[in-house]
Each structure stands twice: as C-alpha cells, then as structure tokens.
C-alpha cells in the first residue's frame, strides 16, 4: 500500500461543475504539497499546506492533521483545469531533506 | 527567471545501452532532486543534491544509476547498462530558499 493514497484515480465533470480530490496518507508529515501536470507539460506546484485551509483563484485546498488527510477543490471548473492532479508529502524527520512522497495522481477531465 | 529545464525531452535506446540524462536548475538554486514515474506508478524519489554534495540517494534504484553534480549546478544522471525496467519519466526539479519545489518537463526514457 502506497504512503500516499488519492481517489479517484479519473474524474470526469462537466462545465461548472463543483470537483473534490482527496488525498490520504499514512505517515507523519511537515507539509503537504498539490500540484499539477498538463498533458505533454511539467508539474506546477499549487500549494503547500500544513495546516488548515489556502485558496487561490478558484482552488482550495484543505488538510486535515489528525485525521491525515487533505482535499483539493475546484469550484466553476472549466475544460482548462484538465490536468493530472498529484498530492505530495514531505516526511523527512531531520527537516533538511525535503524529499517528498508522491500519490498516482487523479486524472480529471472537465467537458465543455 | 529561466526555470528548470532538462535534456534531453525524449530518449529510445536499447537495452544494455547506456543514457545520460541531464538537469539544469533554476540559477542559485543549491536543492536539486531526481524523481522518476514508471508507467502507471507513482513518482518516485531518487536522490537529492545539496549544491555538489548528495544529501539522499536512498532512492536509486541500484548501482546502473549514477548522478553527479559536479560544481554544484548542471547535474546528470547515468543508466549503464540500462534495462527495460528503466523505462520511464525522470524528473528534476530544484529548490532554494523556500519550500517550493520547481520542477523541470522531464525526460522520457523509452528502454526497447
């Protein structure tokens, strides 16, 4: 079982709609880092969390400590949101490493 | 600000054959890390760099990879010999000061 759990794997909306991706993970973590990646493109950093709640345009996301998981939120989503979402952790104990630890990521496709 | 980039985009070579895949991080930057995605898995950590020196290779798969960073910018990273097993997206990306990572457009590596 990976550290990193995502659901769903794909998504598939229409035009409008309200999305949620959820991330679960099972160790102990500092941060908590969203990104994205357009086909064919590169991964773009969306947020880091360690606590509580961000907001950015029409993204939000969550996290939820105790509970060690986080949501990803896109509201009015639209045909250019479709992209590889990919939840990432950091658990370095030594705090000077930074490596992260990556979920499969969720395919969300957002139809016209 | 140039970001990260990586060369080359897209490699095929034979088995047994040996690949060099190289990364330029964002100037100033002294974080460089290799990450990689096998199809259908999630990205993977290899190793991080701390200027020339490597803080972290617990990730490298075995002894055909070797990574360098030799004066503590461009660093590549060797498969010799490769296998198919190797057969996948390798990413860099780099950090500075802060906690973002930024990551480069990968190279896909297509072992036949």
Redesign the interface.
């Known amino acids: 079982k990976n550290e990193v759990e995502q659901s769903p794997q794909n998504l598939t909306a229409q035009e409008g709609e309200f999305i949620t991706i959820n991330c679960s993970y099972s160790v102990g973590i500092s941060a908590l880092h969203w990104l994205q990646q357009h086909p064919g493109g590169g991964i773009v950093s969306l947020f880091m969390l360690s606590s509580g709640k961000k907001k950015h345009g029409r993204l939000i996301a969550t996290i939820n400590i105790q509970e060690k998981h986080s949501s990803l939120h896109i509201t009015a989503s639209h045909p250019r949101d479709s992209a590889v979402y990919i939840c990432a952790v950091r658990s370095d104990p030594r705090g000077s490493n930074y490596k992260l630890t990556f979920g499969k990521g969720t395919l969300l496709t957002v139809n016209p | 600000e140039a970001?990260v980039t990586q060369f080359p985009s897209h490699s095929v070579i034979e088995k047994g054959q040996t690949v060099t895949l190289r990364c330029d991080p964002i100037s100033g930057h002294d974080?460089l890390?290799w990450?990689r995605r096998v199809m259908g898995?999630?990205?993977?950590?290899l190793l991080?760099f701390v200027k020339e020196s490597k803080?972290?290779e617990s990730?490298m798969p075995n002894n055909r990879f070797l990574a360098e960073r030799t004066g503590g910018t461009y660093s590549t990273l060797k498969v010799q010999p490769a296998e198919l097993e190797d057969s996948g997206v390798y990413?860099c990306?780099s950090?500075g000061a802060t906690?973002?990572?930024?990551?480069?457009?990968?190279t896909r590596l297509t072992v036949t």
Do not use: L, S, T, V
């Open positions: 970001g974080n890390y990450y898995k999630e990205i993977k950590f991080h803080q972290d990730g990413f990306a950090k906690y973002e990572q930024y990551f480069g457009p990968g």
